[in-house]
């Protein structure tokens, strides 16, 4: 029986995708890299051997994918490409996977509060970056309102900080929400961002 489907009628958009599936990272430091991808995300593999890993931590049959091809050459952070991969958690579980990740040796980059994310940067053994991050905002409306803001146009980088300070503030009793609010360090550029995050201490 013919799929009643119209595939032909033109459209002002091409239909967008029901969700980002996975990435899948090139690599030639292979048991490193997924060693690494296990315990930062908790994850494991679905499937493996000695030159594919398909990492999952959630219901969606692999999330990361690690690859050693032939002819691998390191990483260079000074070309374009992909800039970093985010995963989104609570406020309590972002700060309490740093925590976790500390315990194993694994340190932040970088510790920055958005604005629209509060966001603590990693780079994995590659090199590749890693944001974690909890949404400020309650809804993608008010985000949105937030980002078309004088503030933030003024600083898109937004403000440093320290994880060990929000988990004091919070056993203290004050508010996530307290919290998760940028302070105003007015106008910021790109020219502020630590070395690692431009690739400059290569």
């Keep these: 029986m013919p799929i009643d489907f119209d595939f032909d009628t033109p459209s002002a958009k091409v239909v967008s995708p029901i ?8 690599t030639n430091n292979f048991k490193t890299m997924v060693n690494f991808y296990k315990t930062f995300l908790g994850a494991k593999a679905n499937y493996e ?11 969606e049959h692999h999330r990361i994918a690690i690859a050693a091809l032939p002819g691998t050459g390191p990483k260079t952070t000074k070309t374009c490409g992909l800039e970093h991969i985010a995963f989104t958690f609570t406020f ?3 700060f309490l996977a740093y925590r976790q990740r500390k315990a194993r040796g694994i340190e932040p ?3 920055v509060n958005h604005g629209v994310t509060t966001s603590i940067y990693y780079h994995d053994p590659d090199g590749n970056m890693l944001e974690t991050q909890v949404d400020s905002f309650s809804t993608p409306e008010e985000a949105t309102a937030f ?3 004088k503030e933030f146009a003024e600083n898109p980088i937004g403000a440093d900080f320290d994880p060990e300070d929000h988990i004091a503030r919070l056993k203290r009793g004050e508010s996530i929400a307290s919290i998760l609010k ?6 910021r550029g790109p020219d502020s961002l630590p070395p690692r995050m431009l690739g400059l201490d290569e």
């Design 49 to 59: 051997n000695e030159f594919l890993s398909f990492l999952t931590y959630d219901n």
């Design 109 to 111: 980059s970088w510790c």
């Design 182 to 187: 940028r302070p105003n360090v007015g106008p």
């Design 92 to 94: 309590e579980d972002l």
């Design 19 to 26: 969700r980002l599936a996975h990435v899948v990272l090139r």
């Design 147 to 149: 980002m078309m803001s």
